[in-house]
């Protein structure tokens, strides 16, 4: 079954649109035990786990301890499980269960990516400029290029609309082609969506061999991510942000042509390769001793980027809250986040002191909003910021480049009623500011 049509029939099975189904919404939002004593509206930092994964994790220590650990029906089980969590996350990504490696977070897969590829001295990297780009998706290029000699190319973002124009320029003659082009999904400060769909195109209509690495950590989870239709090659994004799943577990796409040709592993261990050949001589021509090297030999991917994997119960909540999104849709869940920040965005705008940083288009904002003050705002964002927690509502400080931002991330869970008090609450604050 296609990817549309599976999407469609999740769909089918759970309300046509959940933002008008008032009972839904409601059980959706129960379903988090949060929202019995706080607003939460930080899904960008970290999101909840719905109540059915704590018992997905729960369910799954019980299982493992009545069977006791390395018993051959647990055994059976992790494998199972491994599999399972793997076609959802194919179903939600829509690529190969064998195109994933887990992770315990972004951060470490894009460490996977940048230390992983067979890097020549003078390769280009196409990488977004620090001031939008989160540092987990800056800082380990930066060390990949300080270690292997490579040049780091950066292009601006303050104008969404030439993200295109800019990188179709950059990208420039074949012969001057980077190795590797890479930017976030959707920015973590201003919000906005990379039009990755359209880039990856132009990347790969210029040269197929340019390698595409996209941070999902701000998409995954709350828009649809399709890595045919972007033609990544690689996708790093957790499950504890916008999937609603457990701390510590993360997912890394990587494309299997590029699995089998220009990936090598970080890391090697039982669980990742074997020996080839027993002492065989080495043929390092200089080697006048009689010293040996054993060579090795990975076993086929995803299992050679996997030296040692043991976080079972992080599996099982993942799977868990997977299924839990792809019951409601991502379609609908995009739907409603965006109603939700909708009204967040109309409201705030309302208020005199306040200005929002977002893209121009509306197509291209993601459901977060940001905003700072017109006057002492990094200051107030952060009165602002312990004020509205000590009410019990949850917002997040960020920044960009060196300027002080309140975000407000709602997720599918929230309600409009939520909104409406954050900006009730917002106003109060803000008047005795
Ligand atoms: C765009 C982006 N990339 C990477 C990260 C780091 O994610 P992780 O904690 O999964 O490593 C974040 C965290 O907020 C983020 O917003």
Request: aromatic share 8%.
């Amino acid at each position: 079954m296609k990817r549309e049509e599976k999407e469609k029939e999740k769909a089918a099975t759970t309300a046509e649109n959940i933002v008008d189904d008032a009972g839904l919404d409601e059980k959706i939002h129960g379903d988090f035990l949060i929202s019995n004593k706080k607003i939460y509206l930080n899904n960008g930092s970290v999101g909840p786990v719905p109540i059915s994964t704590v018992k997905a994790i729960t369910d799954f220590y019980l299982r493992y301890s009545e069977h006791g650990p390395d018993s051959a029906e647990s055994n059976e089980y992790l494998e199972n499980l491994k599999r399972e969590t793997r076609q959802r996350v194919a179903d939600l990504i829509n690529c190969d269960s064998d195109e994933i490696i887990f992770t315990s977070s972004t951060t470490e897969g894009i460490n996977f990516v940048t230390q992983g590829i067979s890097w020549n001295k003078d390769d280009k990297i196409l990488l977004r400029d620090a001031k939008n780009e989160h540092f987990s998706n800056y800082l380990p290029w930066v060390k990949a290029a300080n270690d292997n000699n490579l040049q780091i190319e950066t292009f601006p973002f303050d104008n969404e609309n030439l993200v295109i124009e800019d990188l179709t320029k950059l990208i420039g003659s074949s012969t001057d082609a980077p190795r590797v082009v890479t930017t976030s999904h959707v920015m973590y400060n201003n919000g906005s969506i990379t039009p990755v769909e359209t880039m990856g195109s132009i990347i790969k209509k210029k040269n197929k061999k340019i390698l595409f690495s996209i941070d999902g950590a701000q998409s995954v989870g709350a828009i649809d991510v399709d890595v045919k239709k972007i033609k990544c090659d690689f996708l790093s994004f957790p499950a504890f942000k916008w999937v609603c799943g457990p701390l510590g577990i993360g997912v890394l796409y990587v494309n299997k042509k590029v699995m089998d040709n220009d990936f090598e592993p970080v890391f090697v261990g039982a669980g990742s390769a074997q020996i080839e050949s027993n002492k065989v001589k080495g043929n390092n021509p200089t080697n006048t001793s009689n010293k040996t090297w054993e060579t090795l030999k990975f076993y086929k991917y995803p299992q050679k980027y996997h030296s040692t994997f043991r976080n079972y119960p992080g599996l099982a909540g993942l799977e868990s809250s997977i299924r839990y999104l792809l019951r409601i849709g991502i379609p609908n869940i995009y739907k409603k986040n965006k109603k939700l920040s909708t009204i967040f965005r109309e409201e705030i705008s309302k208020i005199n002191e306040i200005v929002i940083h977002e893209a121009s288009e509306e197509g291209m904002r993601s459901s977060m909003v940001s905003f700072s003050f017109k006057r002492n705002s990094n200051n107030r964002v952060r009165m602002l910021v312990e004020k509205l927690q000590e009410k019990g509502i949850i917002l997040a400080e960020r920044e960009i480049g060196l300027k002080k931002i309140v975000r407000a991330s709602p997720h599918f869970y929230n309600t409009e009623n939520e909104i409406i008090k954050t900006i009730n609450e917002i106003k109060v604050i803000t008047s005795k500011m």
